[in-house]
């Protein structure tokens, strides 16, 4: 056996990263599988040429039945059951975390039994676990003869085992991502192994790690068939492997380099309060220990993950001071991301700045495509040596991106996550109240919900140690009276926020270190957990002047949205909102970081801020009176809608358009915006209210009424020649923009503005513009016609305004609704948006993909009632249609939907 191989081999093996997987001619006796096969032919007079064992099963249960089988097994067993060999003795005697085995006996269990060494026993799914790395995980794939039920020994049988245990077949996935595998003695041309490893192997590929199969003979085609899949074959048989390795493991425990010692921070609290933990204060993060075992080796069984959970569950801090350093020593690199601004950008950055720090060089691509994400991670993979673990966190951001933003970023991400080649892992992160938002990406990445992992609140005993285990590093300890007392205070529905559960430490440990032995007393003069959540953000805002206070609190409502997410906010944008000089906030923001309550982030092109933590998004949300929610909601609409513009071309309704026209000295416009309420007033015959509220603008909107001289509608070009007429105070320099006027509306522009020069007034016209269009609304009101398309994930209703679609948008702003529907708890049924956001936690009575189910006998039964397809569906084109007559003002009597071809054949 080449020197190399034993080298890495016992490297792993000492390391605890080996898993055997042994076969069952070696367990069992060098010609077992053949002796049982002989005895159930003679049974079933068996006398084809095929003499494996599963092809004799088959033949014998159908001859026989399934009962005679397994029975006429496991008295063949019983009859030549022998003690353990000296094969089973050396297994016992090697530091394998995990061995999987083809044997139905029970002598590797018996052995370990006398060597008094625990075993893990996985037959079913029901004994699946990820282990504690006190005992060995024994894995039998053909079942055990202790549970007769169990036995796979026919074809089917074989064929069918993943399919009917995914619990057993998943753990398989994450062994062969996370260990190094050895095949011991198995046939190697056998078809049954290479399907299996095939089955096992999918949607992992390529292997990270060179596995080993070792086996007495083999030829140079073998070699190489295993080559493919990173399997090196060491032709040596199975008893002297062993034995080699049982001799050779002492001399190699030395020359293994220890695991690098956790460093602790030098901090003034172990603590986090609301920040999250680094992974540089892995050693201060307790609780989580089971979570990071069991996800982090799901995360490398799979492609894709979401881990989700609600605010303030630590899923940043369990990504960065338990997932990370976890996956790293598994011998992946680890990338932390988040969308920020710009998603893409942000994952490039974070590859480039995670491969620099390992090698001390970036790996900046020169594509420029499609693909430059794909080729920057394929690089990064080339330099490190080392597969990726992409963990992009909170990215509940990316749904405040526009459209095209969120799909730029799916698409790449999705070529990257299914090419073969790099073998990417990527674990979006992010709130639970998002997490039916991801249905929309189905499309690009059809398996989004194949792995999930809801992250939930401490447990008690979780807690406890999150309480403790930080001060094992200090001189200052909770007495346990207080720790009982926190548990109690903190619990809620039986378990325990690691939000709540830091705030409260911090400031314990804050006020009273210097006590060394924290008390209950200590505890009370806080005021308990209640006073303490609310009083760190009033004493930082109490300690401000009164002008400083409500500059921070507004400061603060900039940071938050309607949806009470974290907003990101350069300074230059937060005085823009505010409508202040920015050198009058640059202080404050300074102050605010060094109290905790907000931080400042690096982003593709510039520092950007946001509130520290969601407790902290919330007090501040209590601060808003109601009518600067309203402005804060027109605001956050307006933004939406003039995105939305530039893609749909679809004018504010007049709903949107009067709110805006409400609170119009409290709104902040940018020029796009302004252009969107100006287009929109037009439509609805606003133009006279828009020219009085914009009497004090002229010279901000001068511009941009030079620019739509230039535009398709003549209404358009009218009104704005018109308007800047009013201001032109240079008749020469108007005649010379009029030129941008195109040549078919010359002549109407000019008519118009000729009459003005005979005394026309500017209200005079925008009276008869206002008229004109209200005339034409309702002229092309009168059709009643809509259109629907049905879509599986989402779904638009659509009218005919002059000749041209238009998208109209549902009572969320959005031009597409989610095809889901749910019947809630209160009786009511809703649809779209409010369905798809409650559905974490009314699963059972949310319907997603109706569609699908058109044309099959599928039904759900809500309190008694039977629901069919058709009448889901129904529910949701009923409620498309309520949307457009509310937009359109009027009853629709007629609908197009949109349906597949040969829909009519279901």
């Given at each position: 056996m080449n020197n190399s191989v034993t080298r890495d081999l016992l490297e792993r093996l000492a390391q605890g990263q080996g898993a055997l997987f042994i076969a069952e001619s070696y367990t069992s006796g060098a010609s077992s599988e053949q002796a049982l096969a002989a005895e159930l032919a003679g049974y079933c007079n068996y006398d084809r040429p095929e003499q494996e064992l599963s092809r004799v099963a088959d033949y014998f249960e159908i001859m026989s039945g399934r009962q005679s089988l397994i029975q006429r097994t496991i008295d063949w067993v019983d009859r030549v059951r022998r003690e353990p060999t000296l094969h089973h003795k050396l297994l016992t005697a090697l530091p394998f975390g995990v061995i999987i085995t083809t044997s139905f006996d029970?002598?590797?269990?018996?052995?370990?039994?006398?060597?008094?060494?625990?075993?893990?026993?996985?037959?079913?799914?029901?004994?699946?676990?990820?282990?504690?790395?006190?005992?060995?995980?024994?894995?039998?794939?053909?079942?055990?003869?202790?549970q007769p039920e169990t036995l796979v020994l026919t074809e089917r049988d074989h064929r069918t085992f993943q399919?009917?245990?995914?619990?057993?077949?998943?753990?398989?996935?994450?062994?062969?991502?996370?260990?190094?595998?050895?095949?011991?003695?198995?046939?190697?041309?056998?078809?049954?192994?290479?399907?299996?490893?095939?089955?096992?192997?999918?949607?992992?590929?390529?292997?990270?790690r060179t596995a080993y199969a070792v086996t007495p003979q083999s030829d140079e085609f073998t070699r190489r068939y295993w080559a493919k899949d990173n399997i090196v074959v060491i032709a040596q048989g199975a008893e002297a492997f062993l034995q080699n390795a049982v001799t050779a493991l002492p001399k190699t425990l030395p020359a293994i380099a220890p695991r690098r010692a956790i460093v602790i921070p030098n901090l003034a609290t172990p603590y986090k309060y609301l920040d999250y933990f680094e992974t540089a204060d892995e050693g201060l993060f307790f609780g989580r220990g089971e979570e990071v075992l069991r996800l982090s080796r799901r995360i490398l069984a799979s492609r894709q993950s979401v881990l989700f959970g609600g605010s303030g569950f630590g899923k940043t801090s369990l990504i960065k001071a338990g997932l990370m350093p976890e996956i790293a020593r598994l011998g992946y690199l680890p990338i932390y991301s988040r969308c920020l601004d710009n998603p893409i950008v942000a994952l490039e950055r974070a590859i480039d700045d995670a491969v620099r720090a390992c090698t001390g060089c970036g790996v900046d691509s020169e594509d420029q495509s499609a693909s430059r994400l794909l080729s920057i991670v394929a690089r990064a993979q080339q330099v490190v040596g080392q597969q990726l673990v992409l963990f992009v966190d909170q990215l509940e951001e990316i749904f405040r991106l526009s459209f095209e933003q969120q799909q730029n970023f799916v698409i790449q991400i999705a070529r990257v996550i299914t090419n073969d080649h790099v073998g990417l892992r990527v674990v979006f992160a992010l709130r639970d109240d998002f997490f039916p938002e991801l249905e929309s990406w189905q499309g690009q990445l059809p398996a989004i919900y194949h792995h999930f992992f809801r992250l939930g609140r401490l447990t008690e005993s979780a807690a406890t140690e999150s309480i403790v285990g930080p001060l094992g590093f200090c001189d200052v300890k909770f007495e346990d009276k207080l720790v009982e007392l926190l548990i109690e205070d903190l619990r809620a529905e039986g378990s325990i926020e690691p939000a709540q559960l830091q705030i409260v430490c911090s400031r314990l440990y804050e006020h009273f270190a210097a006590e060394q032995i924290i008390t209950v007393e200590h505890y009370a003069q806080l005021g308990r957990a209640q006073a303490i959540?609310?009083?760190?953000?009033?004493?930082?805002?109490?300690?401000?002047?009164?002008?400083?206070?409500?500059?921070?609190?507004?400061?603060?409502?900039?940071?938050?949205?309607?949806?009470?997410?974290?907003?990101?906010?350069?300074?230059?944008?937060?005085?823009?909102?505010?409508?202040?000089?920015?050198?009058?906030?640059?202080?404050?923001?300074?102050?605010?970081?060094?109290?905790?309550?907000?931080?400042?982030?690096?982003?593709?092109?510039?520092y950007k801020y946001e509130i520290i933590h969601d407790h902290i998004v919330q007090q501040v949300w209590e601060t808003f009176t109601d009518d600067e929610v309203q402005i804060k909601q027109v605001r956050e609409m307006l933004r939406y809608e003039a995105i939305a513009w530039l893609r749909y071309r679809t004018p504010l309704n007049q709903n949107k358009l009067a709110d805006i026209y409400r609170y119009w000295m409290h709104i902040q416009f940018e020029e796009r915006e302004l252009e969107l309420i100006f287009r929109s007033s037009l439509t609805f015959g606003k133009l006279k209210l828009w020219h009085e509220v914009t009497?004090?603008?002229?010279?901000?909107?001068?511009?941009?009424?030079?620019?739509?001289?230039?535009?398709?509608?003549?209404?358009?070009t009218c009104a704005a020649a018109v308007l800047l007429h009013a201001q032109a105070e240079d008749a020469a320099w108007l005649s010379e923009v009029l030129i941008k006027v195109r040549d078919v509306h010359q002549h109407e522009v000019r008519k118009t503005l000729r009459q003005f020069q005979q005394g026309r007034s500017v209200e005079a016209f925008t009276d008869e513009i206002d008229n004109s269009n209200r005339r034409k609304r309702r002229d092309w009101r009168g059709t009643n016609i809509i259109g629907i398309d049905f879509g599986t994930g989402s779904s638009a209703v659509a009218v005919i305004e002059s000749g041209d679609p238009i998208i109209i948008p549902n009572q969320e702003g959005s031009k597409f609704t989610p095809s889901v529907v749910a019947f809630t708890h209160r009786g009511e049924i809703v649809v779209g948006t409010p369905a798809l956001l409650q559905a974490p936690v009314n699963p059972e009575r949310?319907?997603?993909?109706?569609?699908?189910?058109?044309?099959?006998?599928?039904?759900?039964?809500?309190?008694?009632?039977?629901?069919?397809?058709?009448?889901?569906?129904?529910?949701?084109?009923?409620?498309?249609?309520?949307?457009?007559?509310?937009?359109?003002?009027?009853?629709?009597?007629?609908?197009?939907?949109?349906?597949?071809?040969?829909?009519?054949?279901?």
């Open positions: 029970t002598r590797l269990e018996e052995a370990f039994r006398r060597a008094d060494k625990p075993l893990a026993k996985v037959i079913r799914d029901s004994d699946v676990s990820f282990g504690d790395g006190k005992q060995v995980t024994l894995i039998k794939v053909c079942g055990c003869v202790e399919r009917r245990h995914p619990l057993i077949a998943n753990q398989l996935k994450v062994i062969y991502a996370s260990k190094t595998l050895i095949f011991l003695n198995y046939d190697l041309q056998r078809d049954y192994l290479r399907e299996f490893h095939e089955e096992t192997i999918a949607g992992i590929r390529p292997l990270h959540f609310r009083a760190y953000f009033e004493d930082v805002i109490g300690r401000l002047t009164a002008s400083r206070r409500v500059l921070a609190n507004r400061l603060l409502q900039e940071l938050v949205s309607t949806s009470r997410t974290k907003l990101l906010r350069t300074a230059a944008e937060l005085a823009s909102g505010l409508d202040i000089n920015l050198k009058q906030i640059e202080p404050l923001l300074v102050e605010l970081e060094n109290s905790r309550l907000i931080r400042r982030l690096q982003t593709d092109d510039d009497a004090a603008r002229l010279s901000q909107l001068k511009d941009m009424y030079v620019r739509l001289l230039g535009d398709d509608n003549r209404d358009v949310t319907v997603f993909s109706i569609k699908r189910q058109l044309g099959t006998t599928w039904s759900l039964s809500i309190d008694g009632k039977i629901y069919g397809a058709v009448e889901i569906a129904a529910i949701i084109i009923n409620y498309l249609k309520a949307q457009a007559e509310a937009y359109l003002q009027q009853p629709v009597t007629q609908t197009v939907i949109a349906a597949p071809a040969y829909f009519s054949v279901v």
